[in-house]
């Protein structure tokens, strides 16, 4: 393959869309093992028309690659929701690594965990979840420009402590059925919720 890749990559000069859109589809078969190959010609190349090739391939190799992970978490059975929100910031840093964001999610399940006990009733386990998250965590929504498309992708909630309505409340969801306390979305009109389920 790797004569093959320096021989596409070589041509991606040319000034025929016909020529280039016989290379694109051949990289897009190639999908997500040549993105680093291509991430390097490009760092080399000092032709702005290479550049915009190699960013356009990128990009379609990078949402395909999101559009098969998504489809096959859809099939799953289980619906993890950190692993779908993960999928869905990788169309944003589509460098992100799964094990960074679940390593950070994993230390509030912890501590959630350690609070928790079976004999506790419904009300009291809500309590517990809310004093974990917003109190020992910190967690907070977001005044100022709570629409703005960061304040959807769960590593910025991580990393930040920061989110809208919607990221805070798929991460509280997300945390609550990690330790089998049923918590689901409820969408109202211009409004969502969460409801303990029994």
């Not at 910190?138 to 919607?166: A, C, E, M, V």
Request: proline share 4%.
């Amino acid at each position: 393959m790797n004569k093959e890749l320096d021989f596409l990559l070589n041509l991606m000069d040319d000034p025929s869309d016909e020529v280039y859109r016989a290379i694109e589809e051949k990289f897009l078969k190639f999908g997500k093992p040549i993105v680093r190959e291509l991430e390097m010609f490009w760092e080399s190349s000092a032709n702005s028309l290479v550049q915009g090739r190699i960013e356009n391939i990128l990009q379609k190799i990078n949402f395909d690659f999101l559009k098969k992970q998504i489809s096959s978490w859809i099939d799953n059975s289980d619906f993890n929701l950190i692993y779908g929100s993960y999928l869905l910031t990788l169309f944003q840093y589509p460098d992100y690594e799964f094990k960074d964001i679940n390593s950070q999610f994993e230390e509030v399940k912890r501590d959630l965990w350690l609070e928790i006990n079976p004999q506790l009733t419904a009300l009291e386990k809500v309590r517990v979840l809310n004093h974990v998250l917003f109190q020992v965590h910190k967690f907070q929504g977001s005044r100022s420009n709570p629409t703005s498309p960061q304040h959807f992708f769960i590593n910025n909630l991580l990393d930040t402590k920061r989110g809208n309505q919607y990221s805070i409340a798929l991460l509280y969801a997300s945390l609550a059925q990690s330790i089998e306390m049923p918590v689901y979305g409820v969408k109202l009109p211009h409004n969502y919720l969460l409801a303990y389920h029994d």
